[in-house]
């Protein structure tokens, strides 16, 4: 009786404890540092909301003008990048589960595979192709441009080695529910006189709902951590037009000078909150929508 | 029964892992350095070559990338702080200040090799914090400028070197001669080559009252002569790998480390040589530089005994570090860098004779890498013309002046947190 009665915590206990210890208690901290002045070597001295008003008011300071720049950049690469991470998937998704494609997992797997490199390795490939010296792109296409010194081909670089890599995680989790949706419905709509797209966007799509919420969701929040794609390929440049925010919150906190760990987490505080509230609408907004 | 085995064993399995983590020899010393790649190789087998010795404490060199990030973390939670650790010579000052680091006097003491007349000066004194001798080092390392021999008599240009110094008015010569796609000199490490030049026009990072002085007229200056040569269309254009294109035989000259030596030699078309960073005046030049320091961070774990191994270990690479020279570096101890093998060297260039070894500069300022990140993050945009260069230089001085300052605010509440708790108790 007993041990049925505890059992439970047999599954979920390593994953509390090592959420606790790992995602409770550091994020806690960070957000009391927040209120800190704290340079990692002593204590931290308490300095009440004076971060947050130094960050969002005083525009006088470094720290304001770095904020805003990270942020509208973080966000010009959210708003970019995850309508592309989610309709690239969802249409080579629908495309390889249409039945005349063979060699479907062949296909996935190229679509895959990318994922699977970490981003240091890919930025050294993009970096390489995009070299306006010895690079695939000005070589062997006749452009005479330097890619990641020059808007808007910066951003350029760092969207496709973005979507390159990441649009793989999504296109297994749209075929896997994508093929799940009966064949029944297909049929009956082709009775009816339905073509492709309007079978795409009045069965698939609707049948798809809970997952599309996810994928959405969940790109969106790795999409606001952006952080090796704009350091690997462009540092930040050109004048600071592609350095995103954990950038700066990461040379504060861990630069090369004596840490600002206080102001980095204030910084990384507003960051979830703005990532808090457009999680929450996407997920209202959706869910409302699909309800 | 069976399966209560398998679970015993399992148990029994995880929990040694677990414990094999948490073990340490404690005649062990550990020895953190930043060290990656080839450095790495190379301080390995130096530690591997003073294990063979059989000392009483081996030492156990542990590479980490993120070594500062580590030692922030390790003093925080008060365990696992390192014996010895290879530090760069800008740290030391806030290092020092924040009383992380423990004085050397006492191995200095036990190894009276271990003085100043035995290693280069800069390198020296950059570990001296208000009289107190925190560091002993390793090398020096920082600015070198490689030139291209075959372009350089391509263009007739090889007397430009008779005085170990490239001026900027020579380079100016090569305006509208260059072929196309060829330049004069690239824009890698152009940071370090501009604090170099500051010091070349006399000024400093530092006020004397400890404040940064970045936006002064020294600083415009260099950046003046740096747009010179860039708007004379002789330096490499903003945004393109010059350290490539040095490398493909069409620049004549690259600003980069001393360390690139070994990357430069695996180009076999590649005939280079090396010399100072090019500087306004033959007279006067700088090679902004760095060190790599040993130092001892507070660790009331280490014992006296062990303290005295370091000191060995310390003795042994004072006597032993030509190996470190294979990584590019300018070796600190004067032993090394005397003996003729040390020659076949390319950066023994920069201890040839005393005026060379003067023009190796090492910023001290305690907020000197605040310094290095703003020139990082402005320096190109602004000599490339991207950039105003009043804009740059108000936005390089507040840079710097918001985090110190932040630095000082903590200062001050330290201070008057002391204060308060003095007047609780009278």
Known sequence: MNKKKYSQWFFVGPHIILFIAFILIPSIYGIYASFTNWNLMTAPNFVGLENYRTILFNQDSSFHREFFNGMKNTLIFVGVSVPLMVVIPLLIATSIEHKKVKYKNFFQSIVYIPGLISISAAALIWSLIFNSQLGVMNNLFGFDTVWTATQPYAWMTIFIMTVWGGIGGNMIIYRASISSVSQDLYESAEIDGAGAIRKFISITLPSIKFPLIYTVVMTTAGSFNVFGQPLMMTGGGPRESTSVLMMYIRDLAFGSGQSIAGMASAMAVLLGMVLLVISACQYYIMNRNSA | ?426
């Open chain 2, 1 to 426: 029964m069976k399966k209560k085995s398998i679970a015993f064993l399992a148990s029994a399995l995880v929990t040694l892992v677990l414990l094999a983590g948490c073990g340490g020899d404690e005649n062990t010393i550990q020895f953190w350095t930043p060290l990656t790649g080839e450095d790495g190789a190379y301080m390995d087998q130096l530690v591997s070559d003073y294990n063979d010795t059989d000392p009483e404490f081996p030492v156990n060199h542990v590479i980490t990338s993120d070594l500062y990030t580590q030692i922030y973390t390790v003093l925080q939670s008060g365990s696992g702080i390192p014996d010895l650790t290879l530090i760069h010579a800008d740290r030391v000052p806030s290092f020092a200040n924040n009383e992380l680091l423990v004085p050397m006097d006492n191995i200095l003491s036990q190894q009276p090799e271990l003085n100043e007349d035995n290693f280069l000066e800069e390198a020296w004194t950059a570990g001296i914090i208000d009289g107190t001798q925190y560091t002993v080092p390793l090398d020096i390392h920082g600015s070198a400028m490689y030139y291209n021999i075959d372009l350089m008599e391509e263009y007739g240009v090889t007397h430009w070197l008779d005085d170990d110094i490239v001026t900027i008015d020579e380079m100016l010569e090569l305006e509208g001669q260059l072929e196309e796609g060829q330049y004069v000199v690239n824009d890698a490490l152009l940071s370090w080559v501009a604090l170099g030049q500051l010091q070349n026009f006399g000024g400093d990072v530092e006020g004397p009252d400890g404040e940064p002085t970045i936006n002064t007229p020294e600083m415009r200056q260099v950046i003046d002569s740096l747009r010179q040569i860039n708007e004379a269309g002789l330096m490499t254009p903003f945004g393109e790998d010059g350290y490539l294109m040095f490398q493909s035989g069409n620049v004549l000259f690259s600003t980069d480390g001393t360390w690139s030596r070994l990357a430069h030699a695996q180009v076999e078309s590649l005939n280079f040589g090396i010399t100072n960073v090019y500087s306004h005046s033959a007279d006067i030049f700088h090679n902004r530089s760095s060190a790599h320091l040993f130092s001892m961070l507070r660790n009331e774990d280490r014992t006296p005994e062990k303290e005295e191994g370091i000191g060995e270990f310390l003795e042994y690479i004072r006597e032993h570090s030509i190996e470190w020279a294979e990584a590019g570096q300018i070796v600190a101890s004067r032993e090394v860098i005397e003996d003729p093998d040390y020659d076949q060297f390319m950066q023994s260039f920069y201890t040839k004779d005393e005026r060379q070894e003067e023009s190796l500069h090492i910023y001290t300022y305690e907020h000197y890498p605040y310094v290095v990140d703003a020139m990082d993050s402005f320096i190109a945009d602004i000599v490339h013309g991207e950039m105003g260069i009043e804009e740059g230089l108000e936005e390089m001085q507040r840079f710097v002046e918001d985090r110190v300052d932040q630095g000082n605010q903590e200062l001050e509440d330290a201070a008057d947190a002391v204060e308060d708790f003095a007047d609780d108790v009278d």
